[in-house]
């Protein structure tokens, strides 16, 4: 089992970017949160982007022990 603890291996990471426009190749989106408020009214939410290095308080390890 893998002792990371970064975005590419938490379970709420996402390893494609479907959101930005021009996100680094390393970019994915974060799953823990709902999507951030739209920019306008007729435009869909975002999810964060973030780097497949990055990490958080709420990483949760993908390959969980049963």
């Not at 680094?24 to 974060?30: N, V």
């Not at 999810?47 to 949760?60: E, K, L, R, T, Y």
Request: contains cysteine; negative net charge.
């Amino acid at each position: 089992m893998s002792t990371e603890t970064a975005c590419k291996v938490c379970s709420f990471y996402e390893d494609h970017v479907v959101n930005a426009g021009s996100a680094p190749a390393d970019a994915g989106l974060c799953r823990f949160n709902p999507p951030v408020t739209q920019p306008a009214a007729d435009a869909r939410g975002f999810w964060p982007v973030v780097s497949a290095n990055d990490w958080c308080g709420q990483f949760d390890s993908e390959s969980k022990a049963a």
